[in-house]
């Protein structure tokens, strides 16, 4: 089946570094979303991106969709405790799974105080 | 999120024992879908579906059957045909106007074998 492959698993940075986690599919995306999963919490949503080579920021947070449709990326500048967490990110593609999202199987990002 | 409930918080299963998770939305969303997560497996999709008395297989079915009755609840149960039941249930919706509309999650189930 389609995969969506997503590294690092693990990252730690110590707090006020950058941090990136990268997206792969095989084949183009209709879109991809991005969520947050903090500690004992659920999985909740970021961003979704839609057009080829897309770039959308929210405060320290940059996400990106290749031209290709194939890949993205999500960076976060000068990193706090509060980014804690693990990010996921979901591919929606065309087609008859389209009602489905194939989640990555996320990085988790420890910050350093 | 607020508009889906998921209980129990936690459940514990005897060998041989069907459980039932309950998932209850009240967001009026058309789709719902159930994952199971595991540690470094990131959420894998169990069934969903799209539209009442409507339900497909995701890509772990085997020992798990859904119902959609009503709109407003997607009940999992974890039949004792799965053998390795132990992990975090999420349940999710989602509103279906347009084909873009992120997936709202409930705070999930934790079920563990006795």
């Known amino acids: 089946g389609q995969q969506v492959m997503q590294i690092p698993q693990y990252q730690h940075v110590q707090e006020g570094e950058d941090f990136t986690t990268y997206c792969n599919s095989s084949t183009t995306l209709s879109n991809i979303q991005w969520y947050k999963q903090r500690p004992g919490g659920h999985p909740v949503f970021l961003i979704q991106?839609?057009?080829?080579?897309e770039v959308k920021k929210q405060k320290r947070l940059t996400f990106q969709f290749g031209e290709a449709k194939k890949n993205s990326s999500l960076h976060i500048t000068a990193t706090q405790t509060t980014d804690v967490g693990t990010y996921f990110c979901?591919?929606?593609?065309?087609?008859?799974?389209?009602?489905?999202?194939?989640f990555g199987k996320g990085t988790k990002l420890s910050v350093i105080p | 999120d607020g508009g889906i409930t998921q209980s129990p918080k936690y459940l514990f299963r005897k060998e041989g024992q069907n459980v039932t998770l309950s998932c209850e939305q009240n967001?009026?969303?058309?789709?719902m879908y159930w994952y199971r997560q595991d540690p470094g497996q990131g959420l894998r999709l169990i069934y969903y579906?799209?539209?009442?008395?409507?339900?497909q297989k995701g890509d772990i079915a085997e020992g798990y059957s859904v119902s959609r009755e009503k709109k407003e609840s997607f009940p999992l149960t974890v039949t004792s045909a799965q053998k390795n039941p132990t992990a975090f249930y999420l349940c999710a919706s989602r509103g279906v106007t347009g084909h873009h509309q992120p997936q709202h999650f409930g705070d999930g189930t934790r079920l563990s074998i006795l």
């Open positions: 579906s799209q539209i009442v008395n409507d339900f």
């Open positions: 967001l009026n969303h058309d789709a």
């Open positions: 991106l839609v057009k080829s080579g």
């Open positions: 979901a591919g929606r593609y065309s087609g008859a799974g389209s009602y489905q999202l194939t």
